[in-house]
């Protein structure tokens, strides 16, 4: 919708394939970075990056997340952490 619009976009993801797969079908003046976002220093070279080039973020959609679905009872606590510590920073 965005680059219907003509806005500038920029996506990012921890899988190079899937973003690259969604860049080229948003055309050629949107961008791909390969990021993790539960990691903060590339998080912050990201949005870095991105100010330099386009001077300024106007709508930021945060949509980064993973599910491991399943009962309380056996859901690991590794399993909520890596749940948690990927969808609270995005
Ligand atoms: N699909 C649903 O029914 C639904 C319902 C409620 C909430 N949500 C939430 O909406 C968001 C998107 O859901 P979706 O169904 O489009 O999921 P999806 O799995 O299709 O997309 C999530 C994307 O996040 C990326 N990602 C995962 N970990 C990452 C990381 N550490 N750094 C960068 N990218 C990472 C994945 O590679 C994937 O491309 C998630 O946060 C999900 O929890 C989805």
Do not use: H
Not at 15 to 37: C, H, I, Q, T, W
Not at 41 to 54: I, L, N, P, S, T
Request: proline share 2%.
């Amino acid at each position: 919708m965005f680059a219907r619009e003509g806005t500038k976009v920029v996506i990012c993801d921890v899988s190079a394939e899937l973003g690259n797969e969604v860049v080229k079908m948003l055309g050629p003046d949107a961008r791909f970075y390969k990021v993790d976002v539960t990691n903060r220093a590339e998080v912050q070279q990201w949005v870095d990056d991105v100010v330099a080039r386009f001077g300024r973020v106007d709508i930021l959609v945060n949509n980064a997340g993973i599910t491991r679905d399943s009962y309380l009872s056996a859901l690991l606590l590794l399993v909520f952490d890596t749940c948690s510590t990927t969808a609270l920073p995005a």
